[in-house]
Antibody
């Protein structure tokens, strides 16, 4: 059964870099022929797609975040990661990772999400 | 990129049918059959309910159905139940090779 789990610091200081990892279990990232994505949700607000990556390293990013976002994959650990630089309070959100069945298509399943607060 | 437009709230009585709209443009919803819908209960992760406009994943009730006309996609919930009370979001592929979510709709069961 495919499962995803986000991990990383719950508190990040303004201007620093937010780093999260998504550990995938139940399927191998390198052989699954799927993309893997990050989505976030500020408290009380809607969902925002951040970006997606293929096991080969091919990436797609939300243009509004592209200058600050890096998504990478580590097939040896069956993980993919998110780095968001120069964070501000506006980046405070629950961050979800999800299998992106194929780029352009649906996200399923999702991890449980992790709240990251940007505050000094 | 602009979020797809959804009504902020929709309500209905148990047993009724409701429809949630998701309006985009010819650069997203109108040009691709890659619209998906997600249900989110408070404090929980979103759950896929519909993909590729009208396909239902295994395990999702057949009370949920999707359709599309022009630049607007729709999610219909028939036989509304208390457990359907949640937030619902649509998502579409775009011609800029990105994904965009809708603004979200809160469904209330009266």
């Amino acid at each position: 059964q495919l499962q995803l789990q986000e991990s990383g610091p719950g508190l990040v200081k303004p201007s620093e870099t937010l780093s999260l990892t998504c550990t995938v279990s139940g399927v191998s990232i390198s052989t699954s022929s799927h993309y893997w994505g990050w989505i976030r949700q500020p408290p009380g607000k809607g969902l925002e797609w951040i970006g997606s990556i293929y096991f080969s390293g091919s990436t797609y990013y939300n243009p509004s975040l592209k200058s600050r976002v890096t998504i990478s994959v580590d097939t040896s650990k069956n993980q993919f990661s998110l780095k968001l630089s120069s964070v501000t309070a506006a980046d405070t959100a629950v961050y979800y990772c999800a299998r992106h069945v194929w780029f352009g298509r649906q996200f399923d399943p999702w991890g449980q999400g992790t709240l990251v607060t940007v505050s000094s | 990129q602009s979020a797809l437009t959804q009504p902020a709230s929709v309500s209905g009585s148990p047993g009724q049918s409701i429809t949630i709209s998701c309006t985009g443009t010819s650069s997203d919803v109108g040009n691709y059959n890659y619209v998906s819908w997600y249900q989110q209960h408070p404090g929980k992760a979103p759950k896929l309910m519909i993909y590729d406009v009208s396909n239902r994943p295994s395990g999702v009730s057949n009370r949920f159905s999707g359709s599309k006309s022009g630049n607007t996609a729709s999610l219909t919930i028939s036989g509304l139940q208390a457990e359907d009370e949640a937030d619902y979001y649509c998502n579409s592929y775009t011609s800029s090779m990105t994904q965009v979510f809708g603004t979200g709709t809160k469904v209330t069961v009266l």
